[in-house]
């Protein structure tokens, strides 16, 4: 919407024929207001009075579009264009990040802007999701441990359905579509059915979930790698014995249930009990939140806690790397607050 006015419970007319105009008017009805759309400038023109705002469709003919000037001006009515909806269906594979809004990218965000339907998960930036996509239609696919909502197949087959009816369709995933998300089964399924589909990456929250714990995946002199794992399922004693081999950071996604048998694994793999770990649950919400301990305590400590996905388990000397970082800046804030005072 290009006007910042508060159109709710007011009239809005748009022009343009319904495929192009589709989104203009799922948009501004989702903004609260009456929307009426017409074909033509012709047919409108009778349909003036009491209308805040007229919208032209772009793309959609300028036959009377004189005359609808004119008449907007005679009725007081503000006249604005935006761009047709294209009727070439396409799908969008998004990566929405960690769940925090400010970790869209531009792209991300304007391909929800530009959207017809959107299929999201638990774990994208869904709260504010009908104000990010206003003119779609929204449908929850997302996955709880042990409960599928939708299929994977399933969520294939909407995808293709709904881009072959000439919808826009973004896919919006937590994180990235490829760590984990299963993109790469929902983009075969398009080119299968060849239908366009454009892969938008999202930030990891391999990285970001870390990160804003203030624990740093490499650090120099510390670790110079870090591995990403997916802790869905329990790893076997080779896999146990490979990453305990490599060194470096591990980062566990989907672990929390698996910690007790993933820990275990990696002691009898040779991985030292005093190995630092930290579980950081929700990373970038309001409720996010740390427990940290070693190899030898952090089921204990994670069980006392109450530990629940969604979180990121981190283990490696990172996490004692972290957590001096964050006991400094907790000195710095006390230091400055002091003075201040």
Same mark, same amino acid.
């Given at each position: 919407?290009?006007?910042?006015?508060?159109?709710?419970?007011?009239?809005?007319?748009?022009?343009?024929?319904?495929?192009?105009?589709?989104?203009?008017?799922?948009?501004?009805?989702?903004?609260?207001?009456? +929307?009426?759309?017409?074909?033509?400038?012709?047919?409108?023109?009778?349909?003036?009075?009491?209308?805040?705002?007229?919208?032209?469709?772009?793309?959609?003919?300028?036959?009377?579009?004189?005359?609808?000037?004119?008449? *907007?001006?005679?009725?007081?009515?503000?006249?604005?264009?935006?761009?047709?909806?294209?009727?070439?269906?396409?799908?969008?594979?998004?990566? =929405?990040?960690?769940?925090?809004?400010?970790?869209?990218?531009?792209?991300?965000?304007?391909?929800?802007?530009?959207?017809?339907?959107?299929?999201?998960?638990?774990?994208?930036?869904?709260?504010?999701?009908?104000?990010?996509?206003?003119?779609?239609?929204? +449908?929850?696919? =997302?996955?709880?441990?042990?409960?599928?909502?939708?299929?994977?197949?399933?969520?294939?087959?909407?995808?293709?359905?709904?881009?072959?009816?000439?919808?826009?369709?973004?896919?919006?995933?937590?994180?990235?579509?490829?760590?984990?998300?299963?993109?790469?089964?929902?983009?075969?399924? *398009?080119?299968?059915?060849?239908?366009?589909?454009?892969?938008?990456?999202?930030?990891?929250?391999?990285?970001?979930?870390?990160?804003?714990?203030?624990?740093?995946?490499?650090?120099?002199?510390?670790?110079?790698?870090?591995?990403?794992?997916?802790?869905?399922?329990?790893?076997?004693?080779?896999?146990?014995?490979?990453?305990?081999?490599?060194?470096?950071?591990?980062?566990?996604?989907?672990?929390?249930?698996?910690?007790?048998?993933?820990?275990?694994?990696?002691?009898?793999?040779?991985?030292?009990?005093?190995?630092?770990?930290?579980?950081?649950?929700? =990373?970038?919400?309001?409720?996010?939140?740390?427990?940290?301990?070693?190899?030898?305590?952090? +089921?204990?400590?994670?069980?006392?806690?109450?530990?629940?996905?969604?979180?990121?388990?981190?283990?490696?000397? +990172?996490?004692?790397?972290?957590?001096?970082?964050?006991?400094?800046?907790?000195?710095?804030?006390?230091?400055?607050?002091?003075?201040?005072?």
């Amino acid at each position: 919407m290009h006007l910042d006015i508060d159109l709710t419970g007011r009239r809005v007319v748009v022009v343009g024929p319904a495929g192009a105009a589709r989104r203009i008017v799922a948009r501004y009805g989702a903004s609260g207001a009456f +929307v009426d759309r017409f074909d033509t400038v012709a047919s409108a023109l009778g349909a003036l009075d009491g209308a805040t705002l007229v919208v032209r469709v772009e793309g959609a003919g300028t036959d009377d579009d004189g005359l609808l000037h004119q008449r *907007c001006r005679e009725a007081g009515t503000l006249l604005t264009r935006e761009p047709a909806a294209s009727g070439a269906g396409h799908v969008s594979l998004v990566g =929405g990040g960690p769940g925090a809004r400010g970790l869209l990218t531009l792209d991300a965000a304007a391909a929800l802007r530009d959207a017809d339907v959107v299929l999201y998960d638990r774990l994208g930036p869904t709260e504010s999701l009908a104000e990010i996509a206003p003119s779609a239609e929204l +449908v929850d696919v =997302g996955k709880l441990p042990g409960h599928h909502r939708v299929p994977q197949a399933g969520i294939n087959a909407l995808l293709v359905r709904h881009a072959l009816a000439g919808r826009h369709v973004v896919r919006l995933k937590g994180g990235d579509p490829f760590v984990f998300g299963r993109g790469s089964e929902e983009l075969a399924a *398009c080119l299968e059915a060849r239908v366009p589909c454009t892969v938008l990456p999202g930030i990891s929250s391999s990285i970001a979930v870390p990160a804003a714990a203030g624990i740093p995946v490499t650090h120099r002199g510390v670790s110079h790698l870090f591995t990403v794992v997916s802790g869905h399922a329990p790893l076997t004693d080779e896999e146990h014995l490979h990453l305990a081999g490599l060194g470096g950071t591990i980062v566990v996604l989907m672990g929390v249930s698996t910690l007790p048998q993933l820990v275990a694994g990696l002691g009898r793999a040779g991985m030292r009990q005093d190995m630092p770990v930290a579980v950081v649950e929700r =990373g970038y919400s309001a409720s996010q939140r740390t427990t940290s301990g070693t190899l030898a305590t952090i +089921v204990t400590a994670a069980g006392a806690a109450r530990c629940q996905s969604p979180a990121v388990l981190v283990i490696g000397e +990172v996490v004692r790397v972290g957590l001096e970082l964050q006991g400094s800046a907790a000195h710095l804030a006390r230091l400055t607050e002091s003075l201040a005072s």
